[in-house]
């Protein structure tokens, strides 16, 4: 198993368009693929050492007001909460996505009434409990320890990213996907002013991350969708007025530290790569190739200014034909030329992912992942 310390060089190596000893690598995984992985390998299975991941992404509690989860209704294996977002969420048995059912905020006079608690708030860092990004997705996860616990066991063998939201991210979990884009049109004005509310508080919960993280962290994730898989929710002009200035300031903050930073966004937000390379990203992901993006391609127009983490496309993975996941694997790698690419799911490995096929996606990886590259003629 490799070093925190050659991990680490190894992730700024990637991001920094140089070759290092080898191709990065790392995921996010779905509960199914993990249950499927004990049943194989055993119960205490861990996929980050089993594989000998380079890094991990551990999400402190960033919702508006810190508080346990109202359950309002639990019958069988459907459960719904209200958490800290004013969001009222159901969790239905092993479908993969939670359903959001209501938001607090229904009008747009709400958005200048709605209030944060401290995002510098120790008890994020340092209390456990309920919080709905960590703990609302393909399962609903109640009581999580404390952030700072969380991330202590893997300082010593990973690269550590902490995590925040960008403010459509934070956006559209209070107010809803439908208002954030229809109060756009109608109620601009207002909804910029909340815009500028969210970013303060993550900048501000930013910084107060990297403090409580006292030098263990070595990057950040930037969480936020803006597109779909036939491109942008809302216009390209649109984000650059009005959420643009945001992310190039959590950016600037991580820089600041020494810290890199992945923009995490789904869809084609191609038409906004150009401003990540203006802002200084280091590297975008997950670059989903259901949306019709492919790093080989992008590669050539971005190499040495935009580094891209992801693009493993999981429907090959999920097909479980060897043939198939070989081809993906070994063409994708094209792109780690040169360096400036992390290996990685498309956006991440599914319950439909069989153990064997992820490992020999790994396998693969390792056998012709080294530097200097020598890939076989497909």
Known sequence: MSSAAEKLQRMRDALSHREGDR??????FWTGFLLRCKEKWGADFAPYRYVDLDYI?????????IQQFEVVEESGEDIVVKTGFGATIRRSGDLPMPYFEEFSVKEPEDMVAFEFDDPADPRRFFSGGDDQINCVADTLLRDLPPWDERVDPYVEDFAVFGSTCEPFEYLWRIISSENALLWLASDRDVLAAFVGRIGEFLLKFAEAQIEAGRGRLSGMYIWGDVAYRNGMFLSPQQWREIFKPHVKRLIDLCHANELMAIYHGCGNASPIFEDMVEMGLDGYNPLEAKADLDVVELKKQYAGRLAF????????????????????????????????????????VTSGIAPESYALAIETLREHGNFPLHLPTQ
Do not use: C, W
Not at 23 to 28: A, C, Q
């Open 23 to 28: 191709v990065p690598v790392s995921d996010f």
């Open 309 to 348: 983490v992801g693009n493993i496309d999981v429907r090959a993975l999920e097909t479980g034909d060897p043939a198939a996941i070989k081809r993906e694997v070994l063409y994708k790698l094209q792109a780690a030329q040169g360096g400036g690419f992390v290996f990685q799911s498309d956006h991440s």
């Open 57 to 65: 992404v551990i999400t402190p509690n960033m919702d508006p007001r």
